[in-house]
C-alpha cells in the first residue's frame, strides 16, 4: 500500500522547507521516475512534495548570451520553444526525440537532471554546452554536478531551480535507441563556445562524461571526419543484454561524427 503525505506548495521556499525538514520525503514533477519506483516499491517516501503549483519554476527566456529554462519545463514546450529553436536548435532537437509523446508532455527537464539516469538525454546537453544548474542555494557548473550513475552535486533539500545553457556558437546531438525501450544507449553533443569545443557523452556509461580526445580533434578541425579516428575506450562503459561495452564503445565516435554533421 502507498501510505505517503501529499504535499503541493506554491513557492520553491515553502517546498524547500518540506523536503528539508524530512529527509524521507520527495519532490515530483513530471513523475517519469517516481511513479514508476512507487509502481515498483523502490521508493517508499514518507511524504511527495508536488512542485507543479510552482509558478517560479516555469518559463523559457533568453537573457544576454545565455538561455535559461525553468526546472519545471516540459520537454515538449523545450522542443517547441522559438527562444530554445532560434538560440540552441540542436537543445530543441534532442527535446523531440526524448521518449514518446505522453513522456514529452509529462517529463519536465528539471527531473530528469537532478535524476541524472545514465540513459537521458538533457546531461549531456548540460555537460556538452557547460551550462549552470541554478538551485535554492546556490550555483552548480555542469563539470561538478554529475557525479555518478543516479548521482548529482544536490544535497537533500536543494531543489534545482533552472538550468542557464550558455548560446553556442554551434551545437549538435545524435544517439543511438534500444529500439525497444527508447532508451540511449550512446549519444553524444557536441558544442563550439565560446569558451572552447565540448564533447559531452551520455548511455555509454553509468554517468554522462566528456571526451577529452574528441575536444581535441574537433578544436584543431571541426569536422566529422577529425573525429572519426578517435577510438573510446570501452573501459568502465556500460554493457547489458543490448549491448556490449565494446559496443557502445564503437557508437561513441558513430554518434559524434553524426552530431559534428548535424551542427554544421
Not at 89 to 94: E, N, V, Y
Not at 115 to 140: C, E, H, M, W
Not at 167 to 195: H, L
Not at 238 to 258: C, F, P, Q, W
Amino acid at each position: 500500500m502507498y501510505d505517503f503525505a501529499y504535499h503541493k506548495p506554491t513557492s520553491v521556499a515553502d517546498a524547500v522547507k518540506i523536503l528539508s525538514s524530512d529527509p524521507d520525503a520527495r519532490p515530483i514533477s513530471g513523475g517519469q521516475t517516481l511513479l514508476p519506483a512507487l509502481k515498483h516499491r523502490l521508493n517508499k517516501p514518507s511524504a511527495v512534495v508536488d512542485l507543479s503549483g510552482i509558478a517560479e519554476l516555469r518559463g523559457i527566456k533568453r537573457d544576454g548570451d545565455k538561455l535559461v529554462i525553468g526546472a519545471l519545463a516540459r520537454h515538449g514546450e523545450v522542443a517547441n520553444s522559438a527562444e530554445v529553436k532560434a538560440a540552441i536548435p540542436a537543445l530543441a532537437q534532442m527535446a523531440g526525440t526524448i521518449g514518446d509523446t505522453q513522456v514529452r508532455n509529462r517529463g519536465t527537464i528539471g527531473g530528469s537532471v537532478s535524476n541524472n539516469d545514465p540513459a537521458a538525454d538533457y546531461p549531456s546537453a548540460v555537460l556538452g554546452l557547460g551550462a549552470t544548474v541554478v538551485t535554492d542555494k546556490r550555483r552548480i557548473a555542469a563539470d561538478d554536478f554529475f557525479q555518478g550513475m543516479f548521482t548529482t552535486a544536490l544535497e537533500p533539500g536543494e531543489l534545482l531551480v533552472a538550468i542557464e545553457f550558455p548560446i553556442p556558437e554551434k551545437a549538435g546531438y545524435a544517439k543511438m535507441r534500444n529500439p525497444a525501450s527508447r532508451y540511449v544507449m550512446a549519444g553524444v553533443f557536441v558544442a563550439k563556445t565560446k569558451s572552447g569545443v565540448r564533447v559531452a557523452v551520455n548511455g555509454a556509461g553509468p554517468c554522462v562524461f566528456r571526451q577529452a580526445d574528441m575536444e581535441k580533434a574537433l578544436t584543431a578541425s571541426w569536422s566529422a571526419d577529425a573525429v572519426a579516428g578517435v577510438r573510446q575506450s570501452a573501459d568502465g562503459l556500460n554493457g547489458d543484454i543490448h549491448g556490449s561495452a565494446e559496443y557502445r564503445a564503437h557508437l561513441v565516435t558513430v554518434m559524434a561524427k553524426r552530431a559534428v554533421a548535424a551542427a554544421g
